[in-house]
T-cell receptor, first 114, second 113 residues
Framework: DAKTTQPPSMDCAEGRAANLPCNHS???????VYWYRQIHSQGPQYIIH???NNETNEMASLIITEDRKSSTLILPHATLRDTAVYYC???????????????FGKGTHLIIQP | DARVTQTPRHKVTEMGQEVTMRCQPI?????VFWYRQTMMQGLELLAY????????DSGMPKDRFSAEMPDATLATLKIQPSEPRDSAVYFC???????????FGDGTRLSIL
């Protein structure tokens, strides 16, 4: 799996949009971008994923650059409950040798300020 | 919402004891994963199954760890004998395979004294 680079921490004011960047410059054509978050003492929570088109769901939006070398997760109206570690992960569709598993980096610790 | 269920949520035991952790995947999911999280190593994949068959357990210490799926509704991870360095949070996740996301349980927090 391609490696990702994320800032270790970010702050955002409550009610504002939180924009979390991720670099994945070595991503290959069959690799998806997934975003998860982990709130203290809970399991990782799936947020959103995409291949090359921008995606939106009830939780967030995912913007992937045209060259696919970076992406941004957008939480449109951050609340205190969005304080968590956010993980950007790239993963191949093809199985074998552990390719089905997720490789977690250190993520970004997002702190929502009141 | 359907959830992955893990039991027990917490386990404290002495070194040398056998530990069994259980996972009930989301109904209909055909892939099941075991991960371990520590402060030092972060989240690591231990093993995973597709349609109950083990596909990869290269992340698991083979001499003391074993993972099985007795049926489609139960996955187990056993440690025998347990050691203090096994202390961690163990997560189970399930999914439909392909590009579909994995969904995680809330983990078993294991402390080996």
């Amino acid at each position: 799996d391609a490696k990702t680079t994320q800032p270790p921490s970010m702050d955002c004011a409550e009610g504002r949009a939180a924009n979390l960047p991720c670099n994945h410059s070595t991503i290959s054509g069959n690799e998806y971008v997934y975003w998860y978050r982990q709130i203290h003492s809970q399991g990782p929570q799936y947020i959103i994923h995409g291949l090359k088109n921008n995606e939106t769901n009830e939780m967030a939006s995912l913007i992937i650059t045209e060259d696919r070398k970076s992406s941004t997760l957008i939480l449109p109206h951050a609340t205190l409950r969005d304080t968590a570690v956010y993980y950007c992960i790239v993963r191949s569709l093809y199985s074998g040798g552990g390719a089905d598993g997720l490789t977690f980096g250190k993520g970004t610790h997002l702190i929502i300020q009141p | 919402d359907a959830r992955v269920t893990q039991t027990p949520r917490h386990k404290v035991t002495e070194m040398g004891q056998e530990v069994t952790m259980r996972c009930q995947p989301i109904l209909g999911h055909n892939t099941v994963f075991w991960y371990r999280q520590t402060m030092m190593q972060g989240l690591e994949l231990l093993a995973y199954f597709r349609n109950r068959a083990p596909l990869d357990d290269s992340g698991m210490p083979k001499d003391r760890f074993s993972a099985e799926m007795p049926d489609a509704t139960l996955a187990t991870l056993k440690i025998q004998p347990s050691e203090p360095r096994d202390s961690a949070v163990y997560f189970c996740a399930s999914g439909l395979g392909g590009s579909q996301p994995q969904h995680f349980g809330d983990g078993t927090r294991l402390s080996i004294l």
